[in-house]
């Protein structure tokens, strides 16, 4: 059970808009900066967002996310196949003095 | 180029000890928090630990907390994670990462506990 919760999954078709939820509480998204993380098949996590909502030099802008209270959303639009990854939320946390992870989301480009 | 490189995975028994060492390059290692995270086979990412710049600052994940130890060799560039009293359910990739928040990544090192 992780501190953070996401959707197991997500599916879209190419060039369609996908968001992908994360609730946690006023511990951790309530209180500090959420980021989000990508991870291809078989590789390393990379990290996607920062901050709420700001983008690593080299993070293409169809890439975009939002917090609001004790949850953060991560939008892609203009689907590629490549985007095709597990996606995580992160926070700090300061109850268990933690960074904690969301579960994470399987993203499928049908 | 940036380049962070796990080393000391293998298979120990369930009460056994590993030692993992993270080679850190192409940036200042000094200047960063240090984590290591880890992902059992097909499972999600798991925040294991992580270390303040001068050494001086530790936090540990309570599924690891009394068993585990981070510390770093700023002179030597290295991070570590002293692991004891292993468990099966310690069986993970462990990977080293660097930033607050942690945007450099290494490719990880495989933990096996097994019997």
């Known amino acids: 059970q992780s501190v953070l919760t996401q959707p197991p999954s997500a599916s879209g078709t190419p060039g369609q808009r996908v968001t992908i939820s994360c609730s946690g509480s006023?511990?951790?998204?309530?209180?500090?900066?959420a980021n989000w993380y990508q991870q291809l098949p078989g590789t390393a996590p990379k990290l996607l967002i920062y901050s709420n909502y700001q983008r690593p030099s080299g993070v293409p802008d169809r890439f975009s996310a939002s917090k609001s209270g004790t949850s953060a959303s991560l939008a892609i639009s203009g689907l590629r196949s490549e985007d095709e990854a597990d996606y995580y939320c992160s926070a700090w946390d300061d109850s268990l003095s933690n960074w904690v992870f969301g579960g994470g989301t399987k993203l499928t480009v049908l | 180029e940036v380049q962070l490189v796990e080393s000391g995975g293998g298979l120990v028994q369930p009460g056994g000890s590993l030692r993992l060492s993270c080679a850190a390059s192409?940036?200042?290692?000094?200047?960063?928090?240090m984590t290591w995270v880890r992902q059992a086979p097909g499972k999600g990412l798991e925040w294991v630990a992580n270390?303040?710049?001068?050494?001086?600052?530790?936090h540990y994940a309570d599924s690891v907390k009394g068993r585990f130890t981070i510390s770093r060799d700023n002179a030597k560039n290295s991070l570590y994670l002293q692991m004891n009293s292993l468990r099966v359910e310690d069986t993970a990739v462990y990977y080293c990462?660097?930033?607050?928040?942690?945007?450099?990544w290494g490719q990880g090192t495989m933990v096996t506990v097994s019997s």
């Open positions: 270390i303040r710049q001068d050494g001086n600052a530790k």
């Open positions: 192409g940036f200042t290692f000094s200047k960063n928090w």
């Open positions: 006023s511990s951790n998204i309530g209180s500090y900066n």
């Open positions: 990462a660097g930033g607050d928040p942690s945007d450099m």
